[in-house]
């Protein structure tokens, strides 16, 4: 066992090994200062819950609370690894400033109160305004970080209950554009992939995705692999010196919002060096000609000078994709949040249609979720789309969800669409939603121009309900406070980016009067009296595991299909990728492993979209793309983004994610090791930008839009010329004063950035907007406080103490000896065998 400063190394220990072996195991472990092992009173199943990796671990119980964690061995995710987030995070449970009573706004201010007078407000309110305007008066805007139970509780009492069709989550800001995307391309939202890809690939593309710092158990994947024999090659595409584009073969740091330009290109040399696949082509896709003559007009000399970056660089990472013999991808955020998001997503998904790299070992596109249960979020239907990947559009689809519901057709809304988010937002602001619901996420932090938000959950006319486990920027704006429960105080599951379902049981009891929030949501049902078709409750269960035996009813026979599986299997058997059936009682490793796709026009979740504009397509226009059970490809041209860089806003501004900080910070700000690492917000600038400005290491700068102004220390980083980095975890909850910036400048970034949104997926677009810097005050001698171990690793690293975590934050790490690992069997012929029990 080895003691490791798992904030100086957030990757800890290599573990080496070689396409095709099973990785091998380490268990990461963290418990509170002088707690041992064996000191703790019991041991509890969960999974981590801070990004969207699905790393297993054991919750440590002592005297009845959390004293730390220890991942579990036998996982498939992780093998016993966890990530820093994993490790310190959970100390933020325990903060003394939890909310623990309902807060109930009184004379402006918020006020204590009961949970009847609470809830009895909350459901009064709502009953008046569905009297008043019908049920289009009621918002519901939740999370990725809640359970499964819970948004198909929150799913049944919206969609079902009340009949409204506004109910969205923060997915939408996250991975939406990785359900339109796979709805596009196989008509179908669900990973084909799996994280076993990763063992057998030898080429390993990461379009837009800092995977070192946003699921950091999974680079440890990719890092032991380039610590191996024969690893793979890596192409980064980012306009950021990540530390995945220094481990990077070929690094492609394109021009923020050029993303399709670039795929294109690529494209353009596969397929005019004919690294195609034929066969593949012709037995399992439609559309490939259309892409032929779209790509056609992107030869790499015109790409190069779009995305400004080398022709060299283009042709050698094409050749390497185009003849790579076993080729994973995975997408993120930096392809997710830009003005044509789903048409630059769907042309990695044509990558490995026209190479016919699907559905086989080391052959997976993973377009990447990013909070823990988003995908639950999308299954369950909590956000925008129907339980189960039912198609709106299909009236089949809409009769079985109400059979299974027990309710009339015409009660569950499908004239159109469920609404987005962004236009939830607008509706609001117009006045016709004067309800809204928010669970499990902070938007006056999140969303785009953060003005104009505050500005809209602060109306008089909008009674705003937040259910929160701190008193957010957003909390501090509601009208009513709902104090939950949170992971560790509550049972549920989550499924992580490879369809792993893990079951996370209750561990203590919550602080105060706290709620799990699949509670609160019954008791909001009961009182609005939702009633089904015979006038029984509609809502037909008052437990966790009730909700999942009802879920598993909604999702029989759909692709997510989990009814073979059981809170006992789960216990028993640790994570399982659904589908899992009858059929498949061990789940299934791989879909579309026999090319056949959920495209055919009466199992299909969407008929699909245009690319450019996003109009839904029409089931006659769907039919004629004739894809029955075939995969869809779709070509897009590229149009420059809507807000470039020009005289008075001279540069590009990106804004995103540091490995230490999980979003607006309400927990990783409340676990030490984590905040002393990133302390403060900064900004990224280039060298050559610097310099050429007359700025240094650490001068203040204010940052500006058309929208805003934010107030940050530089770092001088190895960020692409001509473009700003700036986190966007820094609210205002911990700083004096409160919810907002007042008249000066903000630290949020999303003062600055843009309402706008992708066309297909209406994913906000938070990598690109006009920005300037002006210098406010020179740094003497003092840099910013940036990691310097991330992406924001200074370029003068001599001038900048280096990020640790000292003694605080020394975790254990146990790699068993050669051969024991080896338990965990190698996955990848195609056949899902659950791994072995108890390798530690
Ligand atoms: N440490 C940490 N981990 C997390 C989270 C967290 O808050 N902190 N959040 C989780 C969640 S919800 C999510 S969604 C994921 C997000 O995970 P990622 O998508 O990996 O994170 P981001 O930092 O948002 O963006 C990824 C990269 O996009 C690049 N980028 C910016 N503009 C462009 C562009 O125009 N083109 C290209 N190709 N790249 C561009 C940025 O430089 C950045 O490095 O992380 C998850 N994991
Ligand atoms: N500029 C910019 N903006 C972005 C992004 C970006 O890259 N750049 N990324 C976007 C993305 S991908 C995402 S996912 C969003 C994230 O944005 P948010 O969802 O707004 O951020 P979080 O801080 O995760 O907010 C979660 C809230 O839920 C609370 N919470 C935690 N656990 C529980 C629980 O069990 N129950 C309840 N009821 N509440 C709980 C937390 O205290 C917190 O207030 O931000 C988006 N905004
Ligand atoms: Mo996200």
């Not at 918002?139 to 069709?165: P, R």
């Not at 990461?206 to 680079?219: D, F, K, S």
């Not at 399709?260 to 004919?274: D, Q």
């Not at 022709?311 to 185009?322: H, T």
Request: hydrophobic share 35%; aromatic share 8%.
């Amino acid at each position: 066992m080895s003691r490791v400063d798992r904030i100086a190394e957030p990757w800890g220990t290599r573990t080496p090994y070689g396409p095709g072996e099973p990785w091998p195991v380490r268990v990461d472990s963290f418990l509170r200062e002088g707690v041992r092992e064996e000191d703790v009173d019991r041991w509890v199943r969960s999974a981590s819950i801070l990004h969207s990796n699905g790393d297993a671990l054991d919750i440590a119980v002592k005297d009845e609370r959390v004293v730390g964690v220890r991942g579990r061995a036998e996982d498939r995710v992780n093998h016993g690894r966890l990530g820093p987030k994993d490790l310190y995070g959970w100390q933020a449970n325990h903060s003394p400033d939890r909310l623990t009573r309902p807060l109930v706004r009184e004379g402006g201010r918020l006020a204590e109160a009961g949970w009847d007078t609470a809830m009895d407000l909350v459901a009064s309110r709502a009953k008046e305004l569905l009297d008043e305007q019908g049920p289009s008066a009621i918002g519901f805007y939740t999370s990725g970080q809640l359970f499964l139970e819970e948004y198909y509780t929150l799913a049944l009492i919206a969609h079902g209950g009340i009949g409204t069709n506004h109910v969205d989550g923060n997915t939408r800001l996250c991975t939406a554009t990785a359900a339109a995307a796979l709805k596009e391309s196989f008509a179908c939202d669900g990973q084909p992939g799996s994280y076993t890809d990763l063992d057998h690939a030898d080429v390993i593309a990461l379009y837009g995705h800092n995977m070192a710092e946003t699921q950091t158990v999974l680079w440890t994947r990719v890092l032991d692999r380039l610590a191996g024999p024969n690893p793979p090659a890596v192409i980064c595409v980012d306009p950021r010196e990540t530390p995945v584009a220094r481990a990077a073969t070929v690094h492609l740091a394109n021009r923020p919002g050029t993303n399709v330009a670039l795929m294109n290109g690529l494209l353009h040399e596969i397929i005019e060096h004919g690294w195609i696949d034929e066969r593949y082509l012709s037995d399992h896709v439609v559309g490939f000609e259309e892409l032929e003559r779209r790509v056609g007009e992107y030869p790499v000399e015109r790409v190069a000078k779009i995305c400004d970056v080398p022709v060299d660089a283009l042709r050698e990472a094409a050749r390497l994709i185009g003849t790579a013999r076993r080729l994973m991808s995975t997408v993120l955020q930096g392809f997710y949040q830009a003005h044509q998001a789903t048409a630059a997503a769907v042309q990695v998904n044509n990558i490995h249609l026209v190479r016919g790299m699907l559905g086989r070992p080391g052959c997976g596109v993973l377009q990447m979720n990013g909070q823990p249960t988003a995908q639950n979020t999308r299954e369950c239907g909590a956000d925008g789309d129907l339980p189960g990947f039912r198609n709106w559009s299909n009236d089949a689809h809409i009769q079985e969800l109400a059979g299974i519901w027990n309710v009339d057709t015409l009660d569950i809304p499908h004239y159109s669409p469920p609404t987005h988010a962004m236009q939830m937002f607008r509706y609001m602001e117009e006045g016709s939603i004067r309800f809204l619901y928010v669970s499990g996420t902070n938007p006056a932090v999140s969303l785009p121009e953060l003005r104009r938000i505050r500005s809209i959950l602060g109306q008089d006319r909008l009674f705003v309900v937040v259910q929160d486990i701190f008193l957010s920027e957003t909390a501090q704006l509601a009208d009513v406070v709902l104090p939950a429960a949170t992971w560790g105080e509550k049972t549920g599951t989550f499924t992580n980016v490879d369809r792993t379902v893990h079951l996370s049981e209750k561990a203590v009891e919550p602080p105060g009067e706290a709620r799990p929030d699949l509670d609160i949501f019954l008791d909001f049902a009961h009182r609005l009296g939702l009633k089904d078709r015979d006038g029984a409750p509609l809502v037909k269960w008052s437990d966790p595991e009730g909700a999942f035996e009802g879920w598993k009813e909604c999702s029989r026979g759909r692709p997510c299909d989990y009814s073979g599986l059981s809170y006992d299997k789960l216990r028993e058997h640790g994570g399982i990728q659904w589908p899992c059936d009858e059929e498949h009682p061990d789940g299934t490793e791989r879909i579309y492993a026999d090319g056949a796709f959920w495209s055919a026009p009466q199992v299909c979740e969407s008929y699909g979209r245009d690319m450019i504009t996003g109009a839904p397509l029409s089931p006659t226009e769907y039919r004629a793309l004739n894809p029955e059970g075939k995969a869809v490809i779709k070509a897009a041209e590229f149009f420059p983004p809507h807000e470039p860089p020009g005289e008075d806003f001279p540069f590009w501004l990106t804004t995103g994610r540091t490995l230490y900080h999980f979003h607006t910070r309400t927990k990783t700000a409340r676990a030490p090791q984590l905040r002393r690492a990133a302390p403060e917000v900064w900004v990224e600038m280039s060298e050559g930008d610097a310099e050429s400005r007359d700025l240094g290491e650490g001068d203040l700068l204010e940052i500006a839009t058309v929208r805003g102004s934010v107030r940050a220390r530089l770092r001088v980083s190895g960020i692409r010329d001509g473009v700003l980095f700036l986190p966007f975890h820094y609210g205002y909850w911990d700083e004096p004063g409160g919810h907002g910036p007042g008249d000066g400048p903000g630290r949020a970034a999303n003062e600055l950035t843009i309402t706008d949104w992708d066309p297909v997926s209406k994913q906000p677009i938070f990598k690109t907007a006009a920005a300037r810097v002006a210098l406010l005050e020179r740094a003497g001698r003092v840099p910013s406080k940036a990691p310097t171990t991330t992406a924001s690793r200074p370029v003068a690293p001599s001038a900048v103490p280096a990020t640790a975590g000292g003694s605080a934050a020394e975790a254990d790490e146990r790699i068993p000896p050669a051969g024991a690992g080896e338990r965990i069997p190698p996955a990848g012929d195609g056949e899902r065998r659950l791994p072995a029990e108890g390798v530690s």
